[in-house]
């Protein structure tokens, strides 16, 4: 989204451009970039996922599925022309029109041109040698470019960072600071200090006074993940997080001194009782929502809420249950156990954000995988037992295998299952995406990531089966009754048969972002599929005889304030 002249013009996930009036937010035209022509013409634009928006004089530059970048008057709302993708055969993503002359474009490949778009030509073309360029922003200080960059795997420990690039191309150096990879870079009034950060909610405070800048502070403490910043003439920060609060921050960075917390709820995992077979714990904004799973003769499971947990730990991002409760993390960086009531039996602080976590089959130990290596705990009392890594590689996926072997997944692809007593490796695969969650089912593991679902034969180091990956990234997964179903981030649910690998089901219907999934046997083992996700909705589906999804209710959890907190130094 970005506002220009009198007009603010957004671009959703499927393409579609919106024009509001920027007095009064009104809407004003939507372009539906699919269908507006024939589709027999080769210019025709299309759908095209993350791709920015830009304005400059008088025009939006996006981009359609094939690259090629759409031009659209800003007053008429109409599309002017297509041009072939300036960076040859690549997409274009990210142009910067800052500089009063050179713009800078990013394609697909995370590679750097530099022309301008008045020509249209991009004849300079910038080499970043440690990583992909995501996005670019102009320095008026010291009259260069500052790149985002995703390090790759060649720094160890370290995905996100800065790249530097002078007007004529050269790189000036490359500066790595961030564990994750990062969403946004935006400049202080004075171009003296640059603030970036991402999904793991710090902000990165870099120091651009002198030609080689450096990092000087880190800032946490956010009850969710940061989206986006916006820096005001006087030097404060506005921040906008993935639950929608908006913070303004001074600009010494000290203290909150503005806050809309908005009234808001999402589904952020979902857990079955291990004591009670109807009964589903559900991660919250703030806290556990406790679901009643109640069978009727007609219309499938109806999800009844019975209590609902507050928890001082933020988000509940992840859940698995126990057998007098459940575990969970935190978004301030806490694991912890509580009973089936809500009361707190034991926390533990991460030394860095907690991603995923399982329960050993004796329900004795606690595996969580977090940014700096994975732990494990004493189920009982919270102690440390273990400590595990990756390369030292983020690790984004955490579980206890058939044998007990205890399997981590990590941000560059890599799964690696070692010992169940021991730190020795007894096999590894790369799966070329962050698994997203690993499991264990009838002695296999399954590891799904943005690629699909992946089955994995425990000591054979292949993958024997795979399911599912385009045309959308998986999010959640599910296999049962010799069928597999997978969430994407489009919204869309897709069913797979188990042996064949053929597609049998599809539904394109969840109301928002998906986020997590489980499996509901009905008394007469009627197959039915719970799936929680952005928005606070819990959907419903019937599984047909032919493995077609039916969509059969939703649920909403009430919606609640923001929740309070604190800056913290990183």
Avoid at 133 to 138: F, G
Avoid at 206 to 224: A, H, S, Y
Avoid at 235 to 253: P, W
Avoid at 315 to 335: E, S
Wanted: proline share 6%.
């Amino acid at each position: 989204m970005l506002a220009t002249g009198r007009w603010v013009v957004g671009k959703d996930r499927r393409g579609n451009l919106t024009k509001w009036s920027l007095d009064t937010l009104h809407p004003v035209g939507r372009l539906n970039l699919r269908t507006m022509c024939d589709g027999t013409s080769e210019t025709v634009p299309d759908t095209v996922g993350g791709a920015d928006l830009t304005a400059w004089n008088g025009r939006i530059y996006t981009t359609d599925h094939r690259g090629h970048l759409v031009v659209v008057d800003i007053e008429t709302f109409s599309i002017e022309t297509v041009i072939p993708s300036l960076a040859g055969d690549s997409a274009s993503l990210h142009c910067c029109t800052e500089h009063p002359s050179v713009h800078t474009m990013v394609d697909r490949l995370g590679r750097i041109f530099l022309g301008s778009l008045a020509t249209p030509a991009f004849p300079v073309a910038a080499t970043v040698e440690c990583g992909r360029v995501q996005q670019i922003r102009y320095d008026a200080h010291h009259d260069r470019f500052w790149a985002v960059e995703r390090v790759g795997e060649e720094r160890s420990g370290l995905r996100g960072g800065v790249v530097i690039v002078t007007l004529d191309g050269a790189v000036e150096c490359e500066i790595p600071f961030s564990r994750y990879e990062l969403s946004f870079l935006k400049f202080s009034p004075d171009y003296a200090t640059a603030y970036a950060g991402g999904p793991e909610g710090v902000i990165h405070v870099v120091d651009n006074t002198d030609p080689t800048p450096r990092l000087v502070r880190n800032i946490g403490g956010f009850p969710n993940q940061l989206t986006d910043l916006a820096v005001g003439r006087d030097g404060s920060l506005f921040l906008l997080t993935l639950s929608n609060e908006l913070v303004k921050i001074d600009s010494a960075l000290d203290c909150v001194q503005a806050r809309a917390p908005m009234s808001r709820q999402s589904a952020w995992a979902l857990a079955p009782a291990v004591d009670e077979p109807r009964r589903l714990y559900c991660g919250t904004d703030d806290g556990v929502a406790v679901l009643d799973v109640r069978h009727a003769l007609v219309g499938g499971p109806t999800l009844l809420p019975s209590a609902h947990h507050a928890s001082r730990f933020g988000v509940i991002r992840q859940l698995a249950g126990t057998p007098d409760g459940y575990l969970g993390i935190g978004q301030k960086n806490v694991v912890f156990c509580a009973d089936a009531g809500g009361k707190l039996i034991w926390h533990a602080p991460l030394d860095d954000t907690g991603f995923e976590l399982a329960v050993s089959a004796d329900h004795e130990r606690v595996l969580v995988a977090t940014g700096v290596g994975a732990v494990e705990l004493d189920a009982a009392t919270g102690e440390p037992l273990a400590c595990l890594s990756l390369d030292g590689v983020p690790l984004s996926a955490a579980a206890y295998g058939p044998a007990g072997e205890r399997i981590l997944g990590n941000r560059d692809g890599v799964v690696c299952a070692f010992a169940a007593n021991a730190a020795d490796e007894l096999w590894w695969i790369d799966t070329k995406a962050p698994p997203e969650r690993i499991w264990s089912q009838d002695g296999a593991v399954y590891v799904s990531c943005a690629a699909g679902l992946l089955e994995v034969a425990p000591g054979q180091d292949t993958v024997s089966r795979r399911w599912g990956g385009q045309p959308c990234a998986t999010i959640a997964a599910a296999c049962a009754n010799g069928l597999v179903h997978l969430a994407c981030d489009e919204g869309e649910l897709h069913t797979y048969d188990y042996a064949t690998g053929d597609q049998v089901g599809a539904a394109v219907d969840l109301p928002d972002v998906p986020r997590a999934m489980t499996v509901e046997r009905s008394p007469a083992n009627m197959v039915c599929l719970i799936i929680g996700g952005r928005g606070g909705y819990l959907s419903t589906y019937r599984v047909s005889s032919t493995g077609v999804p039916i969509r059969l209710r939703e649920t909403y959890l009430p919606r609640r304030g923001g929740s309070c907190f604190r800056l913290q130094p990183h």
